[in-house]
């Protein structure tokens, strides 16, 4: 059993979250660029972008969970769906930023759309942070810190086990939120 102080101490601070961020949600943002680009050629660019978002959602979820925000885990299919909404909020904004490229300038380079997709997407990435760190991933973290009854006091246990193999003091106590 993991103690509420243990998932804390793995949750990691709000700097460190944003690089991590960047790193995992900016190398798949570059990936799907780059994947936009080549799946355009063959389709329509916002079909493109739809299926770039729903794969590239699916698996910066589960990197979010499994790394950025220290979920110790796979992604829920709650958190999913949550992501889900972010990600949709985003794919508009970068369709929304390519329409007015397109509108502005007749026929734009590669270069060019690259460099407004990715801006696009470097926005709506700050805003998706902001939600996923506050909200899809923030939840478990408060659960495990909230007893399941509110009524009902967490109970404390003395890990003997963790004493005796120098991990704690013998005076410490370990609290552990049991579910009921």
Do not use: D
């Not at 804390?8 to 991590?20: D, H, I, S």
């Not at 939600?131 to 003997?160: C, D, G, I, Y």
């Amino acid at each position: 059993m993991e103690t509420a102080r243990s998932q804390q101490q793995t949750a990691p601070g709000a700097f460190l979250a944003f690089a991590r961020f960047a790193l995992c949600g900016g190398g798949v943002g570059i990936a799907s660029s780059f994947a936009i680009t080549a799946l355009a050629a063959w389709m329509p660019w916002s079909l493109a972008n739809a299926a770039i978002t729903v794969v590239s959602t699916l698996l910066a979820t589960e990197l979010h969970a499994r790394f950025t925000f220290g979920a110790g885990g796979r992604a829920t299919r709650s958190q999913h769906a949550q992501s889900a909404g972010s990600a949709a909020a985003a794919y508009a904004v970068t369709c929304l930023a390519m329409l007015l490229l397109h509108q502005l300038v007749a026929t734009p380079g590669a270069v060019l759309e690259q460099i407004v997709y990715l801006s696009a997407s470097a926005l709506a990435g700050v805003a998706r942070f902001a939600v996923l760190r506050l909200v899809v991933f923030a939840r478990n973290h408060a659960q495990t810190q909230k007893p399941q009854n509110p009524q009902q006091p967490p109970r404390r246990h003395a890990v003997a086990g963790a004493a005796q193999g120098g991990l704690i003091s013998r005076s410490e106590s370990v609290e552990v939120t049991l579910a009921s």
